[in-house]
């Protein structure tokens, strides 16, 4: 039988100082992403019905495909994540996908074609997350993953308030 305190075993493990490069390269990734994703995301629906005049479901609709897409694309992307091993070159291509598709966006003349530029930027969202997630949760020891998994999500939560306030900044 183990003789273990269990205090020892109840006490937080005390996150690293330093968390590897690649985890802050991503974490720097999510928020420039973020902030140019929320730039255009709050002019969206004005865009929409005043510049496009497309009806006011049309935005429901672009946004219900464009998550309908992101979730069975982030399926897809796990599974060959974890059938490949590789997890670098599927990030990539989810990221590169989304960061040609968006300026796309100020070259659209219909609704349609706002429509498949956002159902190729969730596509691209949900096929790098996954194997971000796992490049992530490989890349530090089990006890500094709340720590990596935090960072990130707190650069990319930061992106997602500095590109609303980015886009009224520039409109001004």
């Given at each position: 039988m183990r003789n273990v305190s269990?205090?020892?075993?109840?006490?937080?493990?005390?996150?690293d100082a330093r968390l590897p490069r690649n985890v802050w390269v991503l974490?720097?990734?999510?928020?420039?992403?973020?902030?140019?994703?929320?730039?255009?995301?709050?002019l969206l629906p004005q865009f929409l019905v005043t510049v496009l005049g497309a009806p006011p479901m049309a935005f429901g609709l672009i946004e219900g495909a464009a998550e309908t897409i992101a979730s069975f694309s982030?399926?897809?992307s796990g599974w060959l994540s974890d059938l490949l091993g590789r997890r670098?070159?599927?990030?990539?291509?989810?990221?590169?996908?989304?960061?040609?598709?968006?300026?796309?966006?100020?070259l659209t003349h219909s609704w349609h074609q706002v429509f498949w530029?956002?159902?190729?930027?969730r596509a691209a969202k949900g096929f790098r997350a996954a194997p971000r997630d796992a490049l992530i949760a490989d890349s530090v020891d089990p006890?500094?993953?709340?720590?990596?998994?935090?960072?990130?999500?707190?650069l990319d939560t930061a992106g997602a308030i500095i590109g609303p306030l980015s886009a009224i900044f520039f409109l001004r």
């Open positions: 269990p205090a020892r075993d109840l006490a937080p493990a005390q996150p974490a720097w990734v999510a928020f420039f992403n973020d902030t140019s994703t929320e730039m255009g995301y709050w982030r399926l897809l670098k070159p599927l990030t990539a291509a989810g990221y590169t996908l989304a960061n040609i598709v968006k300026p796309l966006l100020a530029i956002r159902f190729g930027d006890a500094h993953r709340g720590a990596a998994f935090g960072l990130r999500q707190a």
